[in-house]
C-alpha cells in the first residue's frame, strides 16, 4: 500500500476514534454560519438575479471546494424549485490549498461567499406571487484534528412584481462575491492543451506571462479524472510559453472530454477560470489541438475480473491435489478413493478452465459499455438516443454478481436493437464527480441503475428511470421495453422483504465465508451426539442467540452511523476502506491456514467456549454464533444486498426485526438440530472424516481471500 494511502487511512481512523467524545460536546452550528440572500427584493418574470450564500467559519477551521482533493468531502447545493424557475451552477471562489500529513485539499476559510443565477421564465405565475425557494445545503467541517459534517436547509422567498427592484442592503455584497469569483481568461493569452494517454499537457503564452514567478502557479482541477495533490511543476521553454503536465488518476478510464478548473496565482485577482473540451480547445489562438495519442474512440470499460478468475482457478487445482493426496491412505475403501480421485479431476480439470485465460469476447457481440461523464451522458441524451447507466465498483458484490444479467442475448439484443448507451460509472475509489451524481438520486452507494428513454427533439426531458439494486433479465427488459419502473407482482410488502431476509439468512450458510464455521458447528453437534438431548437443544438455543444478538449490535451499530451522518447508508460499505478488507483477509487467512493444520488455532477461536468455558461449553456455542455474524458480512451482498439496503433505509424497528429475520434463517439449521437431537444420530459417527472435512473447508475461505485481494488492489 502506498505511504500516502496508508498516512490517508491513519487520518481517517484517528478522526473517527478522536472526534466520537468531541463532536458531542462541539456543535457544529457553533463554528460555521450561512445565510441565504438574493440581490433583488422583487423580481419580473423573465429576470434573473444572483442569489448569495455567506459563509462564516470559526478560526482555524474550513470548509471544501466543489472538488475537494486527495481527503475532504465536497460542499455542494441541491435545490427544491418551484415550476418556472432555473437555477445555474454554483459559483466558487478560488480556493486555498491544504497541506496536512502529505495529503492535499481545496479549501475555503473564514468568510467567503457562493453565488448561484436565477432565472425566472416569461410568462410563469406562482402561488401568492411569491417565489419559494429551498437549498440544502452539506458540507464538511474540519480543522487539523476534527471533521464534522454540516448539513443545513436553507429557504428563500422573493415576491414576484412588474419589474425587478434591486436590494441595497445585499447588492454591495453581490457585487464583492462577484468580484472574488475566478474571471474568464483573457482573449489574447494563447491557452492549448495536448491529451496524451495518462496525462494533458496545458500551456499558455503571453509575453507578460513569460516574466511570472513560475513558483506561484497553482491549476485546481474539477472532478475526480486527474491525481489531487501532485507536485505541480510549471515549466517555462525558450520562446516564453508557460506548460505543466496534469497526471491522469488510474483508476479513470478512457479519457476526459472536457478539461475544467481554476488557474491561481499572486498576480491574478481571482485567478483564471479555465474550460476546455474536444470541440473548443482554445483562447485566443491555440498552438495546438487536443490530440489523443491512440485512438478516438473510447476504449472497453475493464472490469479486472479475470485476475479473480486465474487466482479462483489457482485455489481448485490445490483443492484438486490435496484431495488426490488422501486416495493414497490404504485405509480408505477402494470405492471412497475412487469418488476421491474422480472428484479431485473433475476439479483440477474445472480449475483449469476457470483461471485459463480466454480470448477477448466479440465487441459485436456484446453490449458496448463506455466510461460515464456528465458530458457523455448529456450529448448522448440530447440527441435522442436512450441512455443506460451503472453505477459500479469492484468492491461491490452485489455490482459483480448483477452483470452476469448484461450477457444474456435477449439483453444484449434489445439494447443493440434500441440504440441504447451504455454507460458504466466506476465509483471503486469513490470520485466526488460519481458522488454528486448519486446524490441527484438521494442515494450515497452503489449499486445504482439509472435508464433514460429516448426522447424526440423539441420534447419535455424525461426523468431517468431507477431500476432495483439486484437485476434479472426480466427486470432490465422490462424497463427499457415499457419505460416504466418496475414492480415485482408481490410488490415490496414488509412481509416479502422479512421472507427473503430469512431465505437469504438460510443460503448464506452455504457462501464460503460462512461454510467453514458452521461446519465446525455440526462436527460438534456429532461430538454430542450421544449426551443429554437437553442439554444439546441449550447449546442449539444459545448459539441462534449469539446469532441474533451480533445482528443487533450490527444494524444498531450501522442505523447509528446513519444518523450521524445523516444520510442514506449503503451496504457494503465497509469494504470500501482498505484497512477493514486487508485486516478481514489477515483474519480469514489464518482461520483458513488453521482449518488446514498449519497450526491449531480454529477450534478454539470458533469454539470458543471450551477455553472460556471450562464447565459447561455453552459461552462456546454463544461466541461460535458471534464469530458466524462476523465472517459472514463481507458474503451478504449477492443474495441479501437489496433486503439490507432496505432495512438500513428503514425507521429503527423495522430495521432490527429484517435483520433478526436474517439471523433466524443463519441459525435455523443448528436451531433445528438441537430441538430434534434425534436427528443428530443420523449424521455420520465421529471418525477421520471429520478431520478431511475440517481441512477442505478452509478452501472456500482461500476463496474469499483471494476476492477480497482482487478488491483490496482496485481500492489502493
Excluded at 458474503?635 to 433466524?664: D, K, Q, R
Aim: charged content about 15%; aromatic content about 12%; hydrophobic content about 45%.
Amino acid at each position: 500500500m502506498p505511504r500516502t494511502h496508508l498516512v490517508r487511512w491513519i487520518i481517517l481512523f484517528t478522526f473517527l476514534f478522536s472526534t466520537l467524545h468531541y463532536t458531542k460536546a462541539q456543535n457544529a452550528s457553533d463554528l460555521i454560519e450561512v445565510t441565504l440572500s438574493s440581490e433583488v427584493e422583487e423580481i419580473k418574470s423573465g429576470d434573473g438575479a444572483w442569489l448569495l450564500f455567506q459563509f462564516k467559519l470559526a478560526p482555524r477551521w474550513h470548509a471544501y471546494w466543489k472538488t475537494a482533493g486527495q481527503t475532504g468531502f465536497p460542499t455542494s447545493i441541491n435545490w427544491v424549485l418551484p415550476e418556472g424557475v432555473e437555477m445555474g451552477e454554483a459559483q466558487f471562489p478560488t480556493p486555498m490549498l491544504y497541506e496536512f500529513q502529505e495529503l492535499v485539499s481545496y479549501v475555503h476559510k473564514d468568510t467567503f461567499f457562493l453565488l448561484a443565477r436565477l432565472q425566472v421564465d416569461s410568462g410563469a405565475s406562482f402561488a401568492d406571487d411569491v417565489i419559494s425557494l429551498t437549498a440544502q445545503l452539506s458540507t464538511l467541517i474540519c480543522d487539523e484534528g476534527n471533521c464534522i459534517p454540516f448539513d443545513q436547509e436553507l429557504k428563500l422567498s422573493i415576491p414576484v412584481s412588474n419589474q425587478t427592484t434591486p436590494s441595497i442592503l445585499f447588492k454591495e455584497k453581490v457585487e464583492l462575491a462577484l468580484s472574488e469569483l475566478p474571471q474568464a481568461m483573457p482573449e489574447d493569452i494563447q491557452l492549448s492543451a495536448v491529451m496524451k494517454e495518462d496525462a494533458i499537457v496545458l500551456s499558455l503564452a503571453k509575453a507578460p506571462l513569460a516574466d511570472l514567478d513560475l513558483s506561484g502557479f497553482y491549476f485546481y482541477p474539477e472532478g475526480d479524472f486527474f491525481t489531487h495533490g501532485e507536485k505541480q511543476k510549471f515549466k517555462k521553454d525558450q520562446e516564453g510559453r508557460i506548460s505543466v503536465q496534469l497526471s491522469k488518476d488510474l483508476s479513470s478510464a478512457g479519457f476526459s472530454s472536457t478539461l475544467k478548473g481554476v488557474l491561481s496565482h499572486p498576480q491574478f485577482p481571482g485567478g483564471w477560470n479555465i474550460d476546455l473540451s474536444v470541440d473548443q480547445v482554445s483562447y485566443g489562438v491555440a498552438q495546438e489541438n487536443i490530440k489523443i495519442s491512440k485512438t478516438n474512440e473510447v476504449p472497453q470499460v475493464e472490469s479486472g475480473f479475470n485476475q479473480l478468475l486465474v487466482m479462483l482457478g489457482l485455489i481448485l487445482v490445490a483443492m484438486s491435489i490435496w484431495l488426490y493426496g488422501k486416495t493414497n491412505y490404504p485405509v480408505k475403501p477402494s470405492p471412497v478413493r475412487t469418488f476421491f480421485r474422480i472428484l479431485s479431476l473433475a476439479l483440477f480439470t474445472f480449475g483449469i478452465w476457470l483461471g485459463y485465460p480466454g480470448e477477448e469476447p466479440d465487441l459485436d457481440t456484446q453490449i458496448n459499455w463506455s466510461p460515464w461523464t456528465p458530458e457523455i451522458e448529456e450529448s448522448s441524451r440530447l440527441e435522442g438516443s436512450p441512455v443506460f447507466v451503472d453505477f459500479t465498483a469492484r468492491w461491490c458484490m452485489s455490482c459483480q454478481v448483477n452483470k452476469v444479467v448484461y450477457k444474456k442475448k435477449a439483453v444484449i439484443e434489445k439494447f443493440k436493437e434500441l440504440g441504447i448507451v451504455a454507460l458504466q460509472a466506476d465509483w471503486t475509489k469513490r470520485g466526488p464527480l460519481i458522488l454528486q451524481a448519486l446524490q441527484k438520486f438521494g442515494r450515497e452507494g452503489v449499486p445504482l441503475y439509472v435508464y433514460y428513454p429516448a426522447q424526440n427533439k423539441g420534447e419535455a426531458e424525461k426523468q431517468g428511470i431507477l431500476l432495483p439494486e439486484i437485476l434479472t433479465q426480466k427486470i432490465v427488459l422490462s424497463v427499457i421495453e415499457k419505460e416504466k419502473a418496475f414492480t415485482a407482482p408481490l410488490g415490496d410488502s414488509f412481509l416479502t422483504l422479512l421472507g427473503f431476509a430469512f431465505l437469504g439468512g438460510i443460503i448464506l450458510n452455504l457462501m464460503p465465508c460462512v461454510f467453514p464455521v458452521l461446519g465446525l458447528k455440526i462436527m460438534s453437534f456429532v461430538k454430542q451426539a450421544g449426551e443429554d438431548p437437553r442439554k444439546i437443544r441449550r447449546h442449539g438455543i444459545i448459539f441462534t442467540v449469539g446469532v441474533i444478538l451480533s445482528f443487533w449490535i450490527l444494524v444498531g451499530v450501522l442505523l447509528g452511523l446513519r444518523e450521524s451522518i445523516d444520510g442514506e447508508l449503503g451496504w457494503g460499505f465497509q469494504l470500501q476502506e482498505p484497512v477493514f478488507v486487508f485486516g478481514l483477509s489477515i483474519f480469514l487467512l489464518l482461520f483458513a491456514l488453521s482449518l488446514s493444520g498449519v497450526f491449531e488455532m480454529g477450534m478454539s477461536l470458533t469454539g470458543v467456549g471450551s477455553q472460556l468455558s471450562q464447565k459447561t461449553g455453552y459461552l462456546g456455542s454463544f461466541f461460535s454464533g458471534f464469530l458466524a455474524t462476523i465472517v459472514a458480512t463481507p458474503c451478504m451482498a449477492p443474495f441479501l444486498g437489496a433486503a439490507v439496503g432496505a432495512a438500513l433505509a428503514m425507521p429503527w424497528f423495522s430495521a432490527f426485526v429484517v435483520f433478526t429475520s436474517i439471523a433466524v434463517g443463519l441459525s435455523t439449521p443448528y436451531l433445528l438440530l438441537s430441538i430434534f437431537p434425534k436427528w443428530i444420530s443420523r449424521l455420520p459417527k465421529p471418525g477421520e472424516w471429520m478431520n478431511t472435512l475440517k481441512e477442505g473447508m478452509a478452501f472456500p475461505l482461500y476463496a474469499t481471500v483471494a476476492w477480497l485481494l482482487w478488491t483490496l488492489n482496485s481500492l489502493i
